[in-house]
Nanobody, 114 residues
Framework: QVQLVESGGGLVQAGGSLRLSCAASGSIFSFNTMGWYRQVPGKRRELVAT???????NYAGYVKGRFTISRDNAKNTVYLQMNSLKPEDTAIYYC????????WGQGTQVTVSS
């Protein structure tokens, strides 16, 4: 069974930075997409950023230029460097992995205070 373990969430002041990490384990196909989605109460889960095993990235427009996604294929780990955080970035952030199916982490809370 695929497992996704997230770390790095927490409380940060507006304008600050935070780095999320997610390590995947289990039987994982080498060609895959990993990334991050986020969700707030009353809204649908939405894309933050994804990166393929080949290095192709995709960002939501509201984070491009502030957030950077990266990955270590050997470790099956994806990172999200978040800079210039805003209160509206407050959400539960979910790690994502896809190859033949979609897999999700438990989510980690990111709270940006002003």
């Amino acid at each position: 069974q695929v497992q996704l373990v997230e770390s790095g969430g927490g409380l940060v002041q507006a304008g600050g930075s935070l780095r999320l990490s997610c390590a995947a384990s289990g039987s994982i196909f080498s060609f895959n997409t990993m990334g991050w989605y986020r969700q707030v109460p009353g809204k649908r889960r939405e894309l933050v950023a994804t990166v393929t095993s080949g290095g192709t990235t995709n960002y939501a427009g509201y984070v491009k230029g502030r957030f950077t996604i990266s990955r270590d294929n050997a470790k099956n780990t994806v990172y999200l460097q978040m800079n210039s955080l805003k209160p509206e970035d407050t959400a539960i952030y979910y790690c994502y992995l896809a190859f033949w199916a979609d897999y999700w982490g438990q989510g980690t809370q990111v709270t940006v205070s002003s």
